[in-house]
């Protein structure tokens, strides 16, 4: 069964009864709904007078729910996950510990390597040029030493909007795509934890204040189907400066969007899950690559 990601954006209190989160309004004291935690995946918080029960946190660390609080600009500002998520966590951390150099090399010119494939892919399907992206993708090298991947998406983006920059903190819709991939990070990191994998040990990124490092490194693939949903909002409704309550609600169905992976189309949620464990087994050796989605 598909989990589900759930937003509160309205004063609540929540607490569990039942196993069932129950979304209580604090004024009247009345409930406004129940949901079984084992149904869930990502709880975003997204209000300031949101109180939670220990007990209810318990349970959704226990059925490894992402919790997300959002700051002011209601843009993901600290997410909250269990220690571990597999009944073989040490084991797998040992093996996790030990991977060579090499390995992580050859692993982080396959990520760059997909990530272009679906950046081209995209442009592709929108009727953009994307033939130049054939020869970024070729020039990979054994842990992306020539910077393919900066180079690409510097073409990607020119193709992709007009007249933009890519920032975290620029113009319209830098807003819509940081708030996606904040999701999407959110929703690559409860993965690793699912395989048994620390999100902070990194194939590529490696920034000390960084404690998702692993997370950045699985998600870069994945970033084109955010740049694709955010695209087509764009073309529908417009762009905006601030982040509205439904560009928000819009981009939290990034975990349900069907993505081609391993053969089959599968909900880009589930399709994380099958990349995450394809890596604990490219690890082991088990495999040589690991499975990505593909967008074209």
Known sequence: MLKRTIYIG?????????????????????????????DMAILVLDHYQITLSHQLLIALQGNNVVVISCDAHHLPF???QPLYGHSEFSERIQCQLTVSEPLKKQLWKQTVE???????????????PFEGMDAYKNAVKSGDSSNMEGIAAQYFWKHLFEDFSRGRHGTAPNSMLNYGYAILRSIVARGLVSSGLLPVLGIFHHNKYNPYCLADDIMEPYRPFVDKMVYNYIQIHGSTAELSKEQRSYLLQIATQDVLIDGQVRPLMVAVSTTTASLYKCYTGDLRQIKYPMLD
Do not use: C, F
């Open 114 to 128: 997909q990530k272009i494939r679906n950046q081209q892919g995209l442009l592709a399907l929108l009727d953009k």
């Open 78 to 80: 600290a997410m909250i």
């Open 10 to 38: 309205n004063p609540a209190y929540l607490k569990i009864k039942d196993l069932q989160m129950l979304v209580i309004d604090p004024k009247s004291n009345t409930s406004k709904g129940g949901i079984p935690v084992e």
